[in-house]
């Protein structure tokens, strides 16, 4: 927008000032006071709307001053006669988008009634003011953005993380709660085809887990790299939701990853005592699975140290005792010096002091 000369030395001290990351609430104010006197209103409303406000918004979400002064005057700068265009951005965030990142319910509500408002515009990282809200937990927000006709509550960010996935990555179960009343996509995966689901899981949010679950998320539905949701509770020792998981009607206990490990040897793998009897308690548990570098779970127990889990692996009367099995585990042993499995293992079979070479898992 185009200022008059006369005008020009406050409207570019007004900018100066907008401009400083060392600014003053009071500073601001002073300025805006100026400028209301000499610069065109139209130039303030934009100013206002795209500056002063973004910045205060988004920095000083705590000073009650500042927003009961943006309450007041907002309404004033909306008014249509001063045109001012309600989606315009200042490097990729919008007014809308700053109202959301500061929590400003008041603000929000007012611009979702403004004509030709576009709720689902995002900046260059494809973050939504939806998505952001969510980020913050803003759940009153979130409730103001999905009654809005335009909302697209599946809108995925550039890495195609949706606002139900983001909700599950933060643990915000009554978000997640109203995304799914909005209808959210359960199953609409990222780039790296991690589900909400999933995500929840390794995250150990049970709550989360079970809401998804209840409506009707795929339990079984792997990421790029084959990690399933019980594969991914499991190797992180989220005892809770595995027990969950492992209710369901439609879980495959014996479900593996592209490098062939299942959840059974992953809970070996990562030392989960809890999980691996649990999942041992399961009757159709492949115990002797192997992944794809013929490595059984055994071994990979007995390669971490975990002798409460080799025992009870080796006591489980479906372990199938292969000597060569046996040897790996025990040559893996040796070379950590974890005596106790050690002495586990030379129980179960006739020791051989010329053991074949040693391998290594790469889990």
Known sequence: MTV??????????????????????????????????????EYFAFAFAFKFNIYFLMKLKDDSSIESTVNAMLPLFLDSSLNVDINRTTEGISLLYAACTGGKENIVNLLLTQPGIDVNIANEDGFTPLTCAIRYGYKRIVQLLLEHNDIDVNKADNDGRTPLYKACNKGHTEVVELLL??????????????TPLNLACDEGYTEIVKLLLQAGADINKPSKLGWTPLISSSEKGNLEIVET??????????????????????ACWSGRY??????????????????????I????????????IVELLLSDSRFKKNKSDLEDSLNIATVFNH????????????YDKNPRPMKVARH
């Open 4 to 41: 008059p000369n006369d005008n020009k030395q406050v409207s570019n001290d007004l900018n100066k000032s907008l401009s400083n990351s060392n600014i003053t609430p009071e500073d601001v104010l002073s300025d805006i006071s100026s400028a209301i006197n000499n610069v065109l209103p």
């Open 245 to 266: 998981l492992l209710k369901h009607e439609d879980i495959n206990i014996n479900e593996s990853m592209r490098s062939g490990g299942t959840a059974l040897f992953m």
């Open 339 to 350: 005596t106790k499995i050690i002495e586990l293992l030379q129980s179960h079979y006739d």
């Open 274 to 295: 809890n999980v691996v009897k649990m999942l041992l308690a399961c009757k159709d548990i492949d115990i002797n699975k192997s992944d794809v570098y013929e490595t």
């Open 297 to 308: 779970p055994l071994y990979v127990a007995c390669e971490g140290g975990y002798s409460t």
């Open 181 to 194: 009343q909005a209808s959210a996509d359960i199953n609409n995966p990222c780039k790296e085809d991690w």
